[in-house]
């Protein structure tokens, strides 16, 4: 079913990464996937595995979801660590006309390998413990400053939350005129790619139709209660930064600046 | 003869995660050839998921569904087939119109049957005549029709399939009092002329009691009472503690008991409230003239 679909869904809870400032989390996954970036050697990236680790820990999901996360990127995973298989100096382990599998390759594709996947983790951790109205809340804010440019702000946020608002509806909407349409006996699971596309008219047709009639009624009833835009306007979750928010910083903080550090002072070729 | 059968059938939604929710629960019921039923329950009680295991567009998490006796799921692939003996209207089925006229439309069900130009055609001209669309009507494009219009264009494109079972998910939903009565007096028409099995979800008790055979109640995923409308609406208190009403004649006649008139139980319609009344008003009026 449509619905099925994982797409860095969010799962209520109430653990401490649940309960975060949703800015200082949207802050930490940016500046946790930067740093992944920047640790060059394997301690570098250990020191940001583990940060992601105790992230996912008090996350309170189980392993599982993030595994299943996993499953997208798989496929890129495996082709681009097979790549830098082949890639690097070293001494030669493997040989066969122009291919050559080196030491150096081999740390190479490890190294990407895990780069990846934990950044898919340290994404996941911030999709499951954040509802999508709290993170354009959080986006609003950190943008505010671009405001002064000029940029509107809050309509993008507005466009944001809606859009992500109505992804589920929408897919419900799918689901069930599927379902109407299959009670007809529309074929949608069977024969080449142009015959699915045909399937696929009397599906989106309907689809189009009432998404065109939600955004009006939408846009009636925010009228409605006297919507005008983002000047004036206050909040009615205000958010607040807490002690758990600067701690978590702090310690994020800590391990970027250990990432440098050990950047700069170990030059081991495996390390 | 029976027609559907419905064997401990259970259903889960999203099993294994914190969205988890059983909307079924062992259900089991059958459904005679012929017979109109009227299946009424609070909202979330099931009913939507138990009417879509009936033409396989959901497939039971245990149990199993039979139509003449045979697992509608024994061969996969064939489910198509099931769902032209099995067919379903859904609540809202004007937003399911997508074809350039009216008469393409209610032709996609048929088309997809693979019938012939002319049965398709003769089928369309049909479903049209049961549900009252004018010649010019079916030129049109659904879009241009008015709401009830939609619903009656929607309803024929189920109809001109031919299912022998018909299921309807709140067919009036929505409507005025005349497209209402409309739509029930038209499915009553096609009911009576073509002799097949009629499901009818809905939350006007009135069309319930006017029209059902048999009554199926649901509650929180559980069949709690199926049975002759007279005998489910005379369980007024258990039907409330669900939830759900009896119709308003029936808890007129239930208070004039209540008061001690001699008035009949499992009086479920107008007319039936009318023919016990009269009498006892003409004996009344007897008496003051005696007196």
Redesign the interface.
Known sequence: MVR?ITLGQF??GDSLMHRLDPRAKLGLTLSVIVFIFVAGNFLGLAVMTGLVFLGMAVSGVSIGRYLKSLKVVLLVVLFTSLLNLFYGGGEVLWEWGFLRITWGGVSNSIFVAVRIIVLIFASSVLTFTTSPTQLTDALERLMKPLSLIRVPVHEIAMMMTIALRFIPTLLEETD??M?????????MESGGILKRVKAL??VL??LF??SFRRAYELATAMECRCYRGGKGRTKMKILHMKARDYISCGVAAAAGAGVILLRIFITHPYL | MKILEVKGVSYQYSPKTPFCKTALEDVSFSIEQGEWIGVIGHTGSGKSTLIQHLNGLLRPTSGTVLLHGKDIWENPKKIRSIRFQVGMVFQYPEYQLFEETVEKDIAFGPRNQKLSDSEIHDRVQAAAKFVGLSQEMLKKSPFELSGGEKRRAAIAGVIAMDPEVLILDEPTAGLDPMGRDLILSQLMEYHRERKNTVLVVSHSMEDIAATADRVLVLDQGNVVMFGEPAEVFSRGPELADMGLQVPQITQIMAKLRDKGYPVPAGVLTLQQAVQALLPLMKRQEGGKADG
């Open positions: 099925d799962l209520p069930k005129i379902n109407a349409q299959k009670a007809r006996g529309a074929d008219v009397p047709v309907p139709v009432s």
